[in-house]
């Protein structure tokens, strides 16, 4: 391939993958020095390179073996980003699987034309298929795969570490056997590359199958009350806003628990635990058909409801709980407020504000007919 044609390819890769890592991580000095010294190792390292090409046979020919010198620029890299080796290297591997496929692919279509255009026809279709797919890979690399690995443990990355290395190694080899051919050696070490390229990817997707299903169980574990294993607030956004988004028609009752305080003072907290157990227990066997009812804090719960005439159900709520706790402590009663969509609001937090006014007001007139002075 001509010297200078090859140049542009190498700069673009090269340009590529190191504005791959600098968006990725955290720099240990400014930008200038950076610049800098990255510039003064790329003119090293392309002397080297010009070096090869003049020394070594069936070099500058696409076969793509000088891409491996890129590794070296695991040096200076290290040096100018405050991060693990791994992480530095995990992103590299990335970026230079990345720019392999997109020489390989632009030698295959150099190929389909004429003989006399193929290295300017490289340059060409590699330019352009940076252009196209540039801006998307490097969002992907920032936002998404750099958070994977920071967030990930040790022996996670090692795995993804050893993916990225292995399917590099084997995507320039396969590269070079489609240029240059290859012995029988050869094309037995890229099949063995590709096995091992199988199992580590094998460990690999097995270990982020179990982070996504370990933080599936904390995600559902989040949505849950520890005391008395109904669903808690959280549970009840997810729910509700889903009913919302599907345009379902329910009722949001808020339910406070009457005089609890006073169990609590009398019995003690462990007496008073045991009373919100068999309350929250009592309402899932009678009403489990009706709905779900999630513990917001304390002695206040809400009901979502989802049949029709709520207000009948309200006062099988209200008259239909009995049962009796530690130290024969019967049901104390509760106060109720509803709220209804669409009717009321289209909104989780003004049905919640609606039926938890609507639940102090009937908690006022309790306390007024009861307790008049």
Known sequence: ????????????????N????????????????ILITLLVFTVCLFLIM???LQHVPNNGNGNGLIMLTGFLYLIPLSLLYDQSIKYTLAIMCSGWIYTVFAFSLSIRLGYLLNEQWFEISVVLFQTLFYIITLPHFLFFLKNKFANLIQNVGDKTLTNLL????????????????????????????????????????????????????TATELIEQKKIDHLTKSKNRHGLREDAQQMIDNKTEFSIIFIDLDNFKSINDEYGHFTGDEYLIKFVKTVQK????????????????????????????CNMIEFGIVFKCQNKIEFKGLSLGCASFPQDGNELTTLMKIADFNMYQMKKYKHKKFYKP
């Open 18 to 33: 190191l504005y791959g890592s600098y968006i990725c991580s955290k720099k240990r000095y400014s930008n200038i020095v």
């Open 50 to 52: 010009l070096f090869i």
């Open 1 to 16: 391939m001509d010297f200078i044609l090859m140049m542009i390819v190498v700069i673009e890769m090269t340009s590529v």
């Open 162 to 213: 050893q993916f990225g290395t292995l399917w590099f190694m084997t995507a320039v080899l396969i590269n070079y056997i489609f240029v240059v051919g290859g012995s029988a050696a050869l094309k037995m070490t890229v099949t063995i590359l590709l096995m091992f390229s199988g199992v580590v990817s094998f460990k690999l997707f097995y270990s982020l199958a179990i982070i996504s299903q």
């Open 286 to 313: 009678l009403f489990k058909d009706y709905g779900c009812l999630y513990r917001m804090s304390g002695d206040e719960f809400v009901f979502l409801y989802k049949g029709g005439c709520v207000s009948d159900f």
